[in-house]
C-alpha cells in the first residue's frame, strides 16, 4: 500500500516536473525583482532628501556600507569565513584609484585594476589561511589586516605614508568627483544594487550553494564531490573584488586617504561584519538593512552623545551589538524569515 | 574481470599503536549489493572512510573502476562515482532540503533548474518530495538518513556506501528502507551497506562480509555467514559458538 503510494507519487512528480518550478528553491529571478524593487524605494527616498547635505553625506556612507556588507556576506556569510582582512581590499581600491588618478587615469577605469588586484591578493593570501577553521581563520586574517596597516605606513611611496595622499577637487563624471553630495548617493546606491544583483545571482547559483555547503558541514560537501579550497577562494576572490571596487567609490568621496582611513580594524576591517551581523549574516538582505540600521543610528549618536560624554556613541553601539550577538544570532532578518516560517506553519498545521 | 567496480586490496589502518583494519581485501563487483557487518569497533566505518578517502591508508591499495584511487581525496572519489552517506548524519542544516540534494545533483548538471529537477527526483525517490522546502535542520532523524541517501544518489553515484542508515529507526522506517535498498539493487545500483542489525542483513540477503578487530572473519551468502562459529563467537562469545 504504501509502496504504490509512494510509487504514484513520483510518477506524478515526473509527468510534471518540467514546468513546475521545485519547491524549496527561490530563483534568482525573483531575489533580482526583490533587489531592483528595494533599490527604486531606497533611490525615492535619496530625492526626498536631496537639499540636505548633511543627510546626503549619512545617506551615501550607509550606502556604501551596504554594498561592502554585502561584499563581505558573499565569503563571511554565505561561505562562513569570517575574514576580518576585507580591509586590506579595501585599501587595495583606495589606493588604486589614488595611484592612478596621479597617472591622469579615471576612477571608473581604475576599477578594472583595483578589482584585479584584490582578488589575486585574496587568493594569494587565503590560500595558506584556509588551511585554518572557524576562529582560528578569523585570528590569523586579523593578524593580516595589521600588517598591512603598518606595511601602508611604510611604504610612503604608493600610500604616502601617515601623511596620506589626497586629489585635486577636479568635478566631473569621469573624476567620480562631484560637488554635490546627492550625486554621490546615488553612485553608492548603484554601488550597493550592483553588489546586491551579483550577491543575488551567487547566493541561487552553484558556487553560492557550494559555498553554503562548505559553511554547514565540510566532509559532506567533500563527500559530493565538491573541493572545498577552490570554492573558498572563489568566494574570497569575488568578496574581495567586490570590497575593492567600494574601495575606489571611497577614496573618491573623501579625496584623501591615510592608513587609518582605509585600514583600521575598528572603523572598517570590523564593521563589515557588524553591520553584516546585525541585519543577518548568511542572507541576502541582511548586510543592506544592517547598514540601514546601523550607519544612520551611528551618526546620529555621534551628533548627540559624543558632545555629553566623548566616545559614548561607541558605547552605545557596543551594547546594542553584544545585544544583538546574544539574542538576535541571525540578525534581524533572520529573526523576520523565522516569524514568517512561524507563521506559514501555524495556517498550515 | 572487466566488469569489477571496486578491488579493496590488503588496506590496513593504524592509528598509532592500534590497528583499526587490517589486511582486509574486499571485490565487488557491478550490481552487488555487499552488507559489511561487525561488532562495535571492528573498524567498519574505518574501513568505509578508506574506501571513500576521508582517511587515508597506512598499507594497501583500493581499485575503483581499474584505475588506483589509493591516493585521491574524497572530493575526487565522489567525483569518480563514490557516493556515501555518513553514520551520524551530515545534514546541511541552514539549507532546505532540496539544496542538500541540489550540491549532489550539480555534478550532473551545471545548470540550477536541471540540478534541481534531478534533486527533486531523488527526494521523490526517498520519500522525501513533500519536505523539500523545509529547512533541513528541522528534520526528523529518519529523514535526515534518507536525506543523505537522496543527497548521495543525486551525484549519481556507481556505487552507493550507506553507513549504518537504519541506526536508530523504529521498525516501520527500517522496513522502509529496506525497500529503498532493494529498488535501488534492483535498478542497477551497486551498494555497500554497513549494517549493526543481523535481520536486517537477512532481510537483504546476497552478500555478507564481517569484520571483528579490523580482520575480515567471514565472507558469503547471509545464512552460512551468520552461522559460521567465528562469526557467533565474534558477536555473542566463545560460550555460544
Given amino acids: ?349 | 574481470m572487466a566488469d569489477m567496480l571496486l578491488n579493496v586490496e590488503g588496506v590496513t589502518k593504524r592509528f598509532g599503536g592500534l590497528t583499526a583494519v587490517n589486511g582486509v581485501t574486499l571485490e565487488m563487483r557491478k550490481g552487488d549489493l555487499v552488507s559489511l557487518i561487525g561488532p562495535n569497533g571492528a573498524g567498519k566505518t574505518t574501513l568505509f572512510n578508506l574506501i571513500t578517502g576521508q582517511l587515508t591508508v597506512t598499507q594497501g591499495r583500493v581499485r575503483f573502476k581499474g584505475q588506483d584511487v589509493t591516493a585521491r581525496s574524497p572530493e575526487e572519489r565522489a567525483r569518480l562515482g563514490f557516493g556515501r552517506t555518513f553514520q551520524i548524519a551530515k545534514t546541511l542544516t541552514s539549507m532546505t532540503t532540496l539544496e542538500n540534494a541540489l550540491v549532489g545533483a550539480y555534478h550532473r548538471h551545471h545548470d540550477t533548474r536541471k540540478a534541481a529537477e534531478r534533486a527533486m527526483n531523488c527526494l521523490e525517490q526517498v520519500g522525501l518530495g513533500r519536505r523539500a522546502g523545509v529547512r533541513a535542520g528541522l528534520l526528523t532523524l529518519s529523514e535526515r538518513r534518507r536525506l543523505e541517501i537522496a543527497r548521495a544518489l543525486a551525484l549519481g553515484p556507481d556505487i552507493l556506501m550507506l553507513d549504518e542508515v537504519m541506526a536508530g529507526l523504529n521498525p516501520t522506517e527500517v522496513d522502509d528502507i529496506i525497500h529503498l535498498i532493494r529498488a535501488l539493487h534492483a535498478g542497477g545500483l551497486t551498494l555497500l551497506v554497513i549494517e549493526h542489525n543481523l535481520k536486517v542483513v537477512r532481510a537483504l540477503g546476497h552478500r555478507v562480509m564481517v569484520v571483528d578487530f579490523g580482520t575480515r572473519i567471514a565472507e558469503g551468502d547471509p545464512e552460512t555467514v551468520l552461522s559460521d562459529p567465528r562469526v557467533i563467537e565474534a558477536y555473542l562469545g566463545k560460550k555460544y559458538a
Fill in chain 1, 1 to 349: 500500500m504504501k509502496k504504490a503510494e509512494t510509487m504514484t507519487v513520483s510518477t506524478f512528480a515526473a509527468a510534471k516536473g518540467r514546468h513546475a518550478p521545485a519547491r524549496g528553491l527561490v530563483t534568482f529571478r525573483s531575489s533580482a525583482l526583490q533587489v531592483i524593487l528595494l533599490s527604486v524605494v531606497l533611490l525615492a527616498a535619496t530625492f526626498l532628501g536631496r537639499e540636505h547635505s548633511y543627510v546626503m553625506n549619512i545617506v551615501a556612507y550607509t550606502f556604501l556600507f551596504a554594498g561592502l556588507a554585502t561584499a563581505w556576506n558573499i565569503i563571511g556569510g554565505f561561505g562562513g569565513q569570517f575574514s576580518l582582512m576585507h580591509a586590506v581590499f579595501f585599501a587595495i581600491g583606495g589606493y588604486t584609484a589614488m595611484n592612478l588618478f596621479k597617472l591622469g587615469v579615471n576612477p571608473w577605469i581604475a576599477l578594472v585594476p583595483a578589482m584585479a588586484l584584490a582578488a589575486g591578493f585574496a587568493v594569494i593570501v587565503s590560500w595558506p589561511l584556509f588551511r585554518l577553521r572557524g576562529k582560528f581563520f578569523g585570528i590569523a586574517t586579523l593578524a593580516v589586516a595589521e600588517m598591512m596597516l603598518v606595511l601602508a605606513n611604510y611604504f610612503k611611496g604608493l600610500t604616502g605614508g601617515s601623511q596620506g595622499m589626497s586629489v585635486p577637487l577636479k568635478p566631473g563624471l569621469q573624476n567620480m568627483i562631484f560637488l554635490d553630495r546627492f550625486h554621490y548617493a546615488l553612485l553608492m546606491l548603484g554601488y550597493a544594487t550592483v553588489v546586491l544583483l551579483i550577491a543575488a545571482y551567487v547566493y541561487r547559483s552553484r558556487l553560492g550553494y557550494f559555498l553554503q555547503a562548505v559553511r554547514d558541514e565540510q566532509d559532506a560537501a567533500r563527500s559530493v564531490g565538491i573541493s572545498i579550497t577552490k570554492v573558498k577562494l572563489t568566494g574570497m576572490a569575488l568578496s574581495a573584488a567586490l570590497t575593492a571596487a567600494g574601495g575606489v567609490l571611497f577614496a573618491m568621496y573623501l579625496r584623501f586617504v591615510d592608513p587609518p582611513t582605509l585600514l583600521s580594524i575598528t572603523d572598517i576591517g570590523v564593521r563589515f561584519l557588524l553591520i553584516a551581523l546585525i541585519g543577518g549574516i548568511g542572507t541576502l538582505f541582511g548586510p543592506l538593512i544592517g547598514a540601514l540600521l546601523i550607519v544612520p543610528l551611528e551618526f546620529t549618536l555621534r551628533a548627540y552623545l559624543a558632545d555629553v560624554v566623548p566616545g559614548s556613541h561607541l558605547i552605545v553601539l557596543g551594547g546594542s551589538l553584544i545585544l544583538c550577538a546574544l539574542f538576535l544570532k541571525r540578525g534581524v532578518v533572520g529573526l523576520a524569515l523565522d516569524l514568517m516560517n512561524r507563521r506559514k506553519e501555524a495556517s498550515h498545521g
